[in-house]
């Protein structure tokens, strides 16, 4: 599965839009990028998944170029409620994709 | 439908004692997925099983863990004979189908602390 990169963290402000970028250089042909959510004390959640260009739910939106090395994830107006870390995963959709690889995540921290 | 349980929520151990973790999936869901999470790590796959089948325990250490998933009941995650070491925040998920990315389902897991 391919590696992936993330910022330890990042800071904003309520109402801001925060863009998490998380880079996957070794992204094979089948991969799929998906990103967790994870508060304190709780179980990931999945938050959204994309494979290429633009995909956009009620909660966020994943950009990613036409290389797919690299993927941002846009959260908009965040509030207090988004301090979580996020993690990005990369990879196969099929059956042998079970194993879910999280790396260390990007820490974000919304401050009022 | 009520989402992935897991007991205790919080459980604390002497050293050498036992350690068992329960997790009822998702109604419907016959995959269960074991994850480890260290302090300020991301989560480390341990084992999949599926009704009465461990699928793959490839991350499971080869001494004193096991996890059985019977036909009727939850997924037992048992650690015999635990170390320091050992804790940690353990996470069970749920899917309905054996695949990944977004269909697992994650419980709320389970805090153990030994002493």
């Known amino acids: 599965l391919a590696k992936t990169t993330q910022p330890i963290s990042m800071d904003s402000y309520e109402g801001q839009e925060v863009n998490i970028t998380c880079s996957h250089n070794n992204i094979a042909t089948n991969d799929y990028i998906t990103w967790y959510q994870q508060f304190p004390s709780q179980g990931p959640r999945f938050i959204i998944q994309g494979y290429k260009t633009k995909v956009t739910n009620e909660v966020a939106s994943l950009f990613i170029p036409a290389d797919r090395k690299s993927s941002t994830l846009s959260l908009p107006r965040v509030s207090l409620s988004d301090t979580a870390v996020y993690y990005c995963?990369?990879?196969?959709?099929?059956?042998?994709?079970?194993?879910?690889?999280f790396g260390s995540g990007t820490r974000l921290l919304v401050r009022p | 439908n009520a989402g992935v349980m897991q007991n205790p929520r919080h459980l604390v151990r002497r050293r050498g004692q036992e350690a068992r973790l329960r997790c009822s999936p998702m109604?419907?869901?016959?995959?269960v997925y074991w994850y480890r999470q260290l302090p300020e790590e991301g989560l480390k796959f341990m084992v999949y099983?599926?009704?009465?089948?461990?699928?793959?325990e490839s991350g499971m250490p080869k001494e004193r863990f096991s996890a059985e998933f019977p036909k009727e009941g939850p997924s037992i995650l048992r650690i015999q004979q635990v170390v320091r070491g050992d804790s940690a925040a353990y996470f069970c998920?749920?899917?309905?189908?054996?695949?990944?990315?977004?269909?697992?389902?994650f419980g709320p897991g389970t805090r153990l602390t030994v002493l």
């Open positions: 998920a749920s899917s309905s189908l054996p695949t990944g990315s977004n269909e697992q389902f």
């Open positions: 099983l599926q009704k009465e089948n461990i699928i793959d």
């Open positions: 109604k419907g869901h016959s995959h």
């Open positions: 995963l990369v990879g196969d959709r099929s059956d042998s994709s079970y194993k879910l690889i």
